[in-house]
């Protein structure tokens, strides 16, 4: 079994990449059920990463926007 790096520690861009290769990889559908839950189970890790460094980014814009006006 694949050893992940903590996913509270990747950058949006490495996160993204990762997550766009394990979609490939489930789509192939070439994986036993056991690899596919793995991969799923890190998909949404990284998915969650994704999601909180767009948000901390959207609240830097808005908090950025507002001391401008």
């Known amino acids: 079994m694949e050893k992940f790096e903590e996913s509270t520690s990747l950058d949006f861009e490495t996160a993204l990449t990762e ?3 394990i979609v490939g990889k489930l789509e ?3 994986l036993s059920l ?3 839950l793995q991969l799923y189970k890190r998909g949404e890790m990284l998915s969650q ?3 909180q460094l767009l948000d901390e980014a959207e609240s830097q814009i ?3 926007s507002s001391s401008d006006d």
């Open 19 to 21: 997550l766009e290769s």
């Open 28 to 30: 192939n559908g070439q």
């Open 34 to 36: 056991e690899e596919s």
């Open 49 to 51: 990463r994704c999601n």
């Open 62 to 64: 808005v908090q950025q």
